[in-house]
């Protein structure tokens, strides 16, 4: 089967999640005219001290041959339509897809919204084949990571970048394998698994 009927026969399959009870609504994939249209509306209410696309490539031509690899981009959408927050991420390798934005309206978080899509994101991911997903952060954005170590990431890193201040590095493993070599290269027995690694 080709990729894109491949990635269209798996997004049925997973999408759209309903978000139940107070957090009626769904996350849904789209392509990157609709995210970008639907993302600029509430970018500056999710991060009221950015530029919607701060950093602009130079090349046109860059861009285009960057666009080819695996891309994933969902919105989601509260109970009357309107669109509350968004998940964006892409191959970074053959084994890894890395989550590269996600935000949520500021009145839409801590209700388990964000919670919810991300889980179902990472069993689609998990479906097409991928290892590994890997995300960075700031070191001050408690909510992302403290999400992220729920759902069974660990930390891998950090990075210095110019565009970003100082990041740190998670990723998840969905293979045991991958798992068992993260162990054998950085373990440290003496620390138990809390419940999502452990059941990694
Ligand atoms: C990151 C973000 C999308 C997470 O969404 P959210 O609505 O806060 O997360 P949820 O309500 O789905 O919570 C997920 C879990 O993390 C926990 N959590 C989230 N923030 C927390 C905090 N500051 N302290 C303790 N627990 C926290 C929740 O309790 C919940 O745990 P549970 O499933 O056991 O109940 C949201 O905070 C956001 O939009 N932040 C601004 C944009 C941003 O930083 N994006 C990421 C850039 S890397």
């Known amino acids: 089967m080709e990729f894109q009927a491949m990635i269209e026969e798996k997004r049925r399959k997973f999408f759209p999640v309903r978000l139940a009870g107070g957090a009626s609504g769904t996350g849904y994939c789209v392509d990157e005219a609709t995210f970008r249209e639907a993302v600029t509306d509430i970018y500056a209410s999710v991060f009221p001290e950015r530029d919607a696309y701060p950093y602009r490539p130079k090349s046109a031509h860059l861009v285009k041959e960057y666009a080819h690899g695996h891309v994933e981009r969902l919105l989601i959408e509260n109970a009357e339509g309107k669109v509350v927050g968004w998940l964006k991420g892409r191959m970074e390798d053959a084994n890894t897809f890395y989550l590269g934005t996600s935000g949520m309206l500021p009145e839409y978080r801590a209700q388990r919204i964000a919670a919810v899509v991300y889980a179902r994101f990472l069993e ?49 493993f969905f293979d045991g394998d991958r798992r068992a070599e993260f162990e054998r290269r950085f373990g440290f027995e003496q620390y138990p698994k809390g419940p999502s690694e452990a059941a990694v």
């Open 124 to 172: 689609y991911l998990d479906d097409l084949g991928y290892e590994r997903v890997t995300s960075q952060h700031h070191p001050h954005n408690r909510s992302a990571m403290i999400l992220q170590l729920k759902y069974g990431f660990t930390f891998e890193g950090m990075s210095l970048d110019e565009r970003w201040g100082p990041m740190v590095k998670m990723v998840h």
